[in-house]
């Protein structure tokens, strides 16, 4: 799966370094930051913090049973499993849509956030599914509690628009990665 993902993330740079009319030395910057530090590094991060969470917060201890724990190899696995529909909203889905995204108007923003916050949720719901899958984990619902957060700012973002600022994710994160 990480092999897979990786390859979908070299043909989404190459088409995104087409798009921004990038020089190869551009391309392989962004090469690295998508598989390496996107994708490998702060997966690996993020499927620490969440196995630790687990195996801290989350686990469920019964006297006459082996202890268990979540295994970190699992909770990468879990980040590689929610990684791949991320990526196809901020990847294909994304490229198609940059003529939009990228204008000034409320309907690019519009679309652009909600964009990015449906590609949060649907990596959390994933995690979440990931696991809840193992039995001797209670209240997995904690990782949905970030959706949460990201509805909140995308509705914090739509009404900052009639106050004249204009948080568009496809700007900040074509400022981020180009």
Known sequence: ????????LF?????????FALSFFQFLFLLIKLILV????LGTAIATVCCTIA?????????????QHVEPLYAFDIHCNSFLPLFVYLG??????LPLLLKPTFLATLTANALYTL????YLYITHLGY??????ANTEFFLYPIVVAAGLFAAGLLAWPLGMTPNAAHIAAYLLF
């Open 38 to 41: 996107i994708y490998l590094a």
């Open 92 to 97: 294909p889905v994304q490229f198609l849509l």
């Open 11 to 19: 043909i989404a740079s190459i088409c995104f370094s087409i798009a």
């Open 55 to 67: 195996n801290k917060h989350l686990l469920v201890v019964k006297s006459h049973s082996v202890t």
């Open 1 to 8: 799966m990480v092999i897979l993902t990786a390859g979908f």
């Open 119 to 122: 590609a949060l949720s649907h």
């Open 132 to 137: 809840r899958a193992l039995p001797f984990l």
